[in-house]
């Protein structure tokens, strides 16, 4: 007998998984309770590391059906979705997703719309990679420092040094300035 599983993952404990549950039953999916997976963690994180899809992998069967409500649920890395998503196929689980209408991603049809949409991810990807690093080179020729802003002014910068030189505490300095304790240990190994 097929059952129907839903994976529904979120990335940060503030979202909710709440959306996608009623996605999938407004698409016409009965899922039983014990079959709906949900997960809070970074869809950076490989689908079969991650514990909640791990768990979901050792109760589905062939012949079942995984429903999630766009790809990125699967994961952000193009190749692991990929990999998860033949692996599912190698199983005999069908894979469907809402936001390619339905579309069983372990059919014909399916393999194409991944394909086709992994290499626009790719290519998305490295156009991203491309525009910082010319954005950085950029900013770099102009002169303009790039990173964080210093959280101590060069004022305090000496005073801190002074007052270490005198003998007072790194940990007492952190306090006072409202910075990290390591902030103020890196002033104390530059003086030395």
């Keep these: 007998m097929s059952r129907t599983f839903l994976y529904a993952r979120v990335s940060t404990a503030d979202q909710h998984t709440d959306n996608q549950l009623l996605e999938v039953q407004a698409a016409g999916f009965t899922i039983q309770p014990r079959h709906i997976i949900q997960e809070t963690v970074s869809g950076s994180v490989p689908a079969a590391e991650r514990p909640g899809f791990a768990k979901l992998l050792d109760k589905l069967d062939e012949g079942d059906k995984l429903v999630v409500t766009k790809l990125d649920r699967l994961g952000r890395n193009t190749t692991d979705v990929l990999a998860t998503v033949a692996g599912l196929a190698e199983k005999g689980v069908e894979v ?44 770099k020729a102009e002169g303009k420092k790039l990173g964080r802003r210093d959280s101590l002014t060069d004022a305090q910068k000496a005073e801190i040094r002074a007052k270490l030189a005198a003998g007072a505490s790194a940990r007492g300095l952190a306090k006072d300035y409202g910075v990290s304790h390591p902030t103020i240990l890196k002033l104390s190994q530059v003086a030395a």
């Design 96 to 139: 469907h997703c809402l936001a390619l209408k339905g579309v069983d991603l372990t059919s014909a049809a399916g393999k194409l719309h991944m394909t086709v949409l992994a290499a626009v991810a790719a290519f998305e990807r490295d156009l991203l990679i491309e525009r910082t690093h010319a954005g950085l080179a950029r900013a």
